[in-house]
């Protein structure tokens, strides 16, 4: 299926799986790779004495070509983080280009990682996903949201485990949704069921202010919210230690809704005025 992408060999990609490694991804990181020698060899200083990885020289040169093409990808990954930490010390403008062309390539190649604004890699599970991801932290910018935020950018931190804590994230997601919805009805302490159907919802219809059909869907929208809170309960603190943890595909259906019903909150919140919640 064709996206948008102005190259035909990025344009027609099977974007259906992300890659765990790609010889253009490679090249791409090779090539946007710091010409200066100095800052070659403080990238080799710091990949040997902070984590162990040895990039083979000979008399006249470090044979980075060599290593990017053929070490392990995660010795690569781990390179582009301490790459962008010396260019950092150089300049701003140099580290910023070295970000974007990474995670230009990390898109591009349909990797399953991203990169952070600190030059971090994580695992990634696609592009809608981390579109999604993107959106909501820019919804929780406000200050009033900064609790829901911690909140939500802990259930990536739980993916980012090795394997990831699918446990933690659902219930990431569930407290990130529930701070909300505390904000926008104070008298109650938790999320239930009944909260989404009654003062939550009109929280919203009373600051959307839509049509009469308009009003119809949002009182469906949030039943369906109801329903997720209602299946979520399953997974909450104080349910017993033996509980299963949820498989991936079920986090990343459970993040990908809950995600939609914070962003939707923290509009309706912003909007309403809505105060921080008590330290």
């Not at 090539?31 to 990949?47: I, N, Y």
């Not at 990908?256 to 330290?279: E, H, N």
Request: proline share 5%; glycine share 4%.
């Amino acid at each position: 299926m064709a996206n948008d992408h102005p190259l035909f060999i990025y344009r027609y990609m099977d974007r259906s799986m992300p890659r765990r490694d790609s010889p253009r991804f490679r090249i791409r990181v090779s090539a946007a790779f710091p010409r200066e020698d100095d800052a070659k060899s403080k990238v080799w200083t710091r990949l040997r004495a902070e984590a162990g990885i040895e990039v083979e020289t000979t008399q006249w040169a470090i044979l980075w070509d060599d290593f990017f093409e053929q070490a392990p990808i995660e010795e690569v990954l781990t390179s582009i983080t301490l790459t962008y930490h010396v260019l950092r010390g150089t300049g701003v403008r140099r580290s910023e280009e070295y970000l974007k062309a990474i995670a230009s390539a990390l898109t591009d190649e349909q990797m399953g990682f991203r990169i952070d604004a600190h030059g971090v890699i994580h695992f990634a599970v696609d592009e809608v996903f981390e579109g999604e991801r993107v959106a909501a932290l820019a919804s929780l910018d406000n200050p009033v949201m900064a609790s829901a935020r911690q909140a939500y950018e802990s259930v990536f931190r739980h993916l980012d485990h090795h394997p990831p804590d699918t446990l933690s994230a659902v219930r990431a997601m569930f407290e990130a949704v529930e701070i909300v919805a505390k904000q926008l009805c104070p008298p109650h302490k938790n999320l239930h069921v009944n909260l989404c159907r009654t003062e939550l919802r009109q929280r919203c219809l009373a600051v959307v202010n839509g049509n009469a059909v308009e009003s119809r869907v949002w009182e469906g929208m949030f039943s369906g919210m109801a329903e997720w809170v209602s299946a979520l309960h399953n997974y909450r603190h104080g349910q017993p230690e033996t509980t299963a943890a949820p498989t991936t595909a079920l986090t990343i259906y459970v993040v990908s809704s809950g995600t939609a019903y914070l962003r939707l909150l923290a509009d309706i919140s912003v909007r309403a005025g809505v105060q921080a919640p008590p330290t």
